[in-house]
Each structure stands twice: as C-alpha cells, then as structure tokens.
C-alpha cells in the first residue's frame, strides 16, 4: 500500500494553489491589455479565456518537457527543435482560434451594436484569412510574448536554486570541518591523560559524548536555540579545564537573556578552540582566557581575549593551524549573515583578541540540500 507523508501533500497542493493563482493573475493583466480595443471588460475577459489554454500548454511544454528532457542533458539541438515545435504549434494554434472562435464571437457582438459595422479581421475565406501575413505575424507575437517572460522567469528560478543548493553544500562541508577538527584536539587531549593514568579521563569521555551529539545531530537544522549553543561552548570549556587543572587563569562572563533566540551552531566554538590550543596551550605559566558574550536584544556581541605565547615558533604554529577554525567561521558567517555581522581578531603585543558581532534576526535561510531532496532542487517545480 502506498503511503504518502501529509508534508509532501501539502507541499503539492501549495504548489498546484501557486500556479493557479499565478495564472489568474496573468488573466486579470491579459484582460486589462486586451480591454482598449474590445466593447467592454467581460469581452476581453471571454477572450483571454479562450487563448489561455495555449499560453498554458505552451508554457507546461517548454518548462517541463522541452527543459527538462534535453536541456538538463545537454542535448541542445534536440532543445532548439524542442522550442522550435512549440512555438509554431503555439502560434497556428492561437491563430486557428482567432479565425474559427475569437473573431466571429467579436464580430457578433460588434454587429449587435452597430449592424453597419465592418471589420477587416473578419472578411474573406478561411485560407485568405489564415495565410495573411499581417495577422499571423500578430498570432505568433501574442502566443509568444507572455510565455516568453514566463520562462525567463522560470529561468530565473532555476538558477536561484541551484545558486542555493551550489552555497548550502558549501556550508554543509564547511560545518562538517569544524567535527573531525574538533574531535582530533580533544582526543589528543583525553590520550594524554589515559597516559598519566590521569581519573579525569572518564568525565572528559563523558563531556566529549554530549558534544559529540550535538554536533552529529542537533548541528543538521540551519539554527538551534542560542541557550543550547552555549551550553555546549560551556560543556567544552569545562572539558578544557579538567585537562589546564589550576594552571589557567579563566574567566567568564554572560549577559543578557537568550530566551527564543537562535543562532548557526558552531560559530563561536572553533574561536574558544583556539584559545585554548593555540593560546593558552603553548603557554606553561601565567595562562589566562577572558570570555563575554552579551546579548541586546537580537544583538549577540562575542568577545575572547587570550594571553599570547612568548616563542616566535609558538605564534607562528598558532597562526598556523588556528587559521583552519578562522577561516571556516569566517565563509560560514559570509554565507549565514552575510552583511549583518562583524569578525575581528586582532593582534597585540601580549594577547590575541577575536570579537565576534551577529544580528541574530538576519540569518540567511539557505534551501536545505540533505540527500533526500537534493534531486527534487535540482528539478524545476
């Protein structure tokens, strides 16, 4: 038995809506444009009903059969042909129409009005009037110029999306750096330990399990709860201050409420990452991290400051490898809030700072490119 999940048929019956309503709104504009040149608004509005129909086929023809058959497969003789057929099937249709049903249905009604009226549309045979040039020209512009924009705009649409799908795989690999990178450090961490025989190891497992899961599966959503993004940022400094015992001097301060506030996971944490490993890390004594983070309104304010190694070869292998969590915040920020955040990391004789501005309200809602419906964006809908 078929089962259909209620999401998908919601998603076909808003879509079925948004095209109806798409082509009513064509109707009403046709109708408008056509109204100078009829007796009246209900006129023109029976005859943009008759020649909707082949506005409609026509445009179904071309954005999903003609595109998608032979475009999407680079077969693009067989897409011109593909064009070619439906505009000249397009326009003898619309022109048949015109002969047969728009122009006596007209003439009718100009007749009823005025019984002397002539009309030069109307006069001669069949053939006479299918082969003048002046009207099958005029056929062939009126079936092509309002399907035209709406494929342009079809086009439009499918670039947007795969632009989307090109920006959300980007960040999906971007997000997926931060796990293994993260996972390295501290498993380094928790092997010094098992070395020294140290009992801190199983809280440290125990800590490294819960943000483990929040990376795995909490991080695949575009955002999560601000509140829950801390805490874990707070579940890793305690695991970094099992390992620093009292050779750390830390100091943490956090203002404001975080209450339905949302945020991109893991942005703040490679910053935290690499003061303690590219900072206090390479320092035996006198380490010190100050952190604030200060939330007003949908403003998130994000400041770290570390002490700053004293060896040349300290700064240069902190530079180094601490460029690897900088730069994956720094294009997942453009990407996320573009135009609505601020990094800066700054470099002073005794300490690094990084400060860290977000507008929480501006986060970019890329389209979603999971496995499961990365083919269906990269269908035309």
């Not at 109806?20 to 009903?49: D, H, M, Q």
Request: charged letters at 20%; glycine letters at 4%; aromatic letters at 12%.
């Amino acid at each position: 038995m078929l089962v259909i999940d209620n999401n998908v048929l919601m998603m076909v019956a808003r879509k079925i809506a948004l095209h109806i309503g798409f082509w009513l709104l064509c109707i009403l504009v046709l109708t408008s444009s056509y109204r100078p040149g009829l007796p009246s608004y209900f006129i023109a509005f029976k005859t943009i009903l008759m020649v909707v129909p082949v506005h409609i086929c026509y445009f179904y023809a071309v954005a999903y059969w003609a595109i998608p058959r032979y475009l999407y497969s680079r077969r693009y003789l067989k897409l011109f042909s593909a064009f070619f057929l439906c505009f000249l099937l397009a326009a003898l249709t619309f022109r048949l129409l015109e002969i047969l049903v728009i122009v006596p249905y007209i003439y009718k009604i100009l007749l009823t009005i005025d019984p002397g009226t002539t009309w030069a549309k109307a006069e001669g045979s069949f053939w006479q009037q299918f082969v003048k040039l002046e009207y099958l020209i005029n056929a062939f512009e009126q079936s092509n110029l309002v399907v035209w924009i709406l494929i342009s705009f079809h086009f439009f649409k499918m670039w947007h999306e795969r632009r989307q799908v090109a920006l959300q795989a980007e960040l999906n690999f971007l997000k997926g750096q931060i796990h293994p990178h993260f996972l390295f450090n501290t498993l380094n961490n928790l092997y010094a330990l098992t070395l020294s025989g140290s009992q801190d190891a199983a809280p440290i497992v125990m800590g490294l399990s819960n943000i483990l899961r929040y990376m795995l599966y909490e991080c695949k959503s575009e955002s999560v709860s601000l509140g829950r993004d801390v805490e874990i940022l707070q579940s890793y400094i305690d695991l970094e201050k099992i390992r620093y015992e009292g050779r750390l001097d830390l100091n943490i301060n956090i203002e404001g409420t975080m209450d339905g506030k949302r945020i991109a996971p893991l942005l703040m944490l490679p910053l935290v990452e690499n003061a303690f490993k590219h900072g206090a890390g390479e320092i035996l004594d006198d380490a010190w991290i100050n952190i604030d983070l200060k939330v007003t309104d949908n403003m998130l304010k994000f400041k770290i400051s570390n002490s700053k190694p004293d060896t040349e070869q300290s700064v240069a292998a902190g530079v180094h490898f601490g460029n690897i969590g900088l730069n994956n915040v720094r294009k997942r920020l453009g990407l996320l809030y573009s135009g609505s955040h601020s990094l800066q990391v700054m470099e002073e004789e005794e300490l690094f700072v990084a400060i860290l501005d977000i507008d929480l309200l501006k986060l970019n809602q890329l389209a979603k490119a999971y496995p499961e419906n990365i083919s269906r964006m990269l269908l035309p809908d």
